[in-house]
């Protein structure tokens, strides 16, 4: 079942077979398989072979599926790796009561899971894809706001939840560290022109094949604003080598890589401090960041 607030039905491979035969009749014949790892605000559907479902768990994401439809399509063309585009739109019903999406099906496995080859040659390529996004024509983009949960919009947003997670994990964490960080970056500005962000560039949304980074998937959350944001990765994946690679391939003024590490310390903080101080993956993440080892 879905979580509280979202919808109070089993979103299941019965309710996507159901959906696809309603509205799709030429790929009803197609076997619905469960993915394992479908996403955290979707549940992800293979499709016969080629083709997969996404359904949003609830009505704060449900209005992304139009966003994806949009623009997704104009920005696939001009960037290196293959992106998930959505090929038909499922229209809200009495079963499901939200917008859905057919998407192409792209190959690969999650860096999560994925042997990956060269994690500098890795960085590089994830580098390259996210100066090339930040390349494209942002005019007329959606800028950040509630649609994305204010990812590349000013940091500010997310004060109440960095002060929340302080207090609650007390002695926990270097609250002198994380606060004089949290700080310096509220004190810089983003002064270039917006560009295309994809607001959630982690492991679980890059594919991997062949041990090479080959596609960037969910993009639900995208917008045009700071590209800060999306560039956690240097802290909560890389290291060594794959991260000075990283940095160095970027090439961000300070200024951005300041804030950059807070978007790194709010995800990490409020993670850590939802789980009752018992997470060290986000731990780790703000050991290095307030340690300020990059």
């Not at 696809?20 to 009803?28: E, L």
């Not at 768990?57 to 209005?63: F, P």
């Not at 018992?278 to 731990?283: I, K, N, Q, V, W």
Request: charged residues 20%.
């Amino acid at each position: 079942m879905v979580g509280v607030g979202s919808a109070p039905f089993a979103i299941d491979a019965a309710l996507a077979r159901r959906l696809v035969t309603a509205q799709f009749p030429q790929w009803a014949h197609l076997p619905v398989t469960p993915v394992a790892m479908g996403g955290h605000d979707n549940v992800t559907f293979r499709l016969g072979e080629g083709l997969s479902l996404r359904l949003r768990r609830d009505e704060a994401h449900a209005h992304q599926v139009e966003k994806e439809a949009l623009w997704l399509p104009k920005l696939a063309a001009n960037l290196p790796l293959a992106i998930q585009t959505p090929l038909a739109l499922g229209a809200p019903g009495e079963e499901f009561p939200w917008a859905w999406s057919v998407n192409q099906w792209l190959p690969g496995e999650s860096a999560n899971c994925a042997a990956i080859n060269d994690p500098v040659t890795f960085a590089r390529d994830l580098a390259g894809f996210l100066k090339a996004l930040q390349h494209l024509d942002a005019s007329g983009g959606p800028a950040a706001g509630s649609h994305n949960f204010f990812r590349g919009g000013p940091l500010s947003t997310y004060s109440r939840q960095v002060s929340w997670a302080l207090r609650k994990l007390g002695s926990g964490v270097d609250q002198l560290g994380a606060k004089a960080l949290w700080e310096s970056a509220l004190a810089t500005r983003c002064t270039g022109s917006p560009v295309w962000i994809h607001g959630d560039v982690s492991p679980g949304n890059l594919l991997v094949s062949e041990g090479r980074l080959s596609a960037v998937i969910d993009f639900g959350i995208m917008g045009v604003g700071d590209p800060a944001c999306d560039l956690v990765m240097a802290w909560t994946f890389f290291e060594g080598e794959a991260r000075a690679a990283f940095v160095d391939a970027m090439a961000m003024d300070l200024d951005t890589w300041t804030r950059a590490r807070d978007w790194a310390l709010w995800k990490a903080l409020i993670t850590l401090a939802g789980n009752g101080g018992e997470d060290r993956p986000a731990m780790q993440v703000i050991e290095v960041v307030v340690g300020k080892d990059a």
